[in-house]
Each structure stands twice: as C-alpha cells, then as structure tokens.
C-alpha cells in the first residue's frame, strides 16, 4: 500500500488549508497525524472505510474535518480551519487494513505516507 499526501503549506493563523491523502488501493481506515520537531507524533483525526464514521483529537475538535472524497473513495481529505501557531507540524496519513478498534494509537496503523508540512505564522 502505497499513500501520498498533499496540500501542505504556510498559512497565517485563522487561515485553512486542505490536506489530501491518495491511497494505492482501497483500504479500511485512514488517519491523519502530526509531528512537531521534538515531539511525539500525535493523533489527529480518522474515518473509517466507509466514510460514515470520524474521529477527531480534542484539541482540533470543531476546526478540522476528515472525509472521503465523493468521487474517489481512495482519497481522504482533511480540511483544517481556524489554523493556529500550535498547528505547525509535519502532517502524515496513515492506513491499515486489519480491524482494530483504536483510531488514535499510531501503532495500528500499518502504511504510512511520506508527510507534508504545515506551517501557521503568527
């Protein structure tokens, strides 16, 4: 399984961006994660296969969204609004196609993309 993400970039605070996430091939479930230079990587959001199910950190709750695209049900965005400083990360997606019931441990999740950076100015 190969994934790809996109849409990285600097943006001031308040602003939005887009991130994308292409997958090889279909899979069950997808998650979004975060690593700031000298910290763990975190958990951000997850939707499962079919797209009916989100999960979300607390700290992101409200400003980003993660769905599948429409048309193309390999692709999984993640819209982040109201960006602030403490946003800047390196952003990967992550996949798997084992069931498990944890969305947030970074540990179930076998696939990973290479990243892509997000930068929030103040």
């Known amino acids: 399984v190969q994934l790809q993400a996109s849409g990285g970039g600097l943006v001031q605070a308040g602003g939005s961006l887009r991130l994308s996430c292409v997958a090889s091939f279909g899979w069950y479930a997808v998650g979004w994660f975060r690593q700031a230079p000298g910290r763990e990587r975190e958990f951000v959001a997850a939707?499962?296969?079919?797209?009916?199910?989100?999960?979300y950190a607390d700290s992101v709750l409200g400003r980003f969204f993660i769905s599948r695209d429409d048309a193309n049900k390999y692709t999984v965005h993640l819209q982040m609004n109201s960006l602030k400083p403490e946003d800047t990360a390196v952003y990967y997606c992550?996949?798997?196609?084992?069931?498990?019931?944890?969305?947030?441990?970074?540990?179930?999740?076998?696939?990973w993309g290479q990243g892509t950076q997000v930068t929030v100015s103040s």
């Open positions: 939707v499962s296969g079919g797209g009916g199910s989100q999960y």
């Open positions: 992550a996949s798997r196609t084992r069931y498990s019931s944890s969305w947030f441990d970074k540990n179930e999740y076998a696939y």
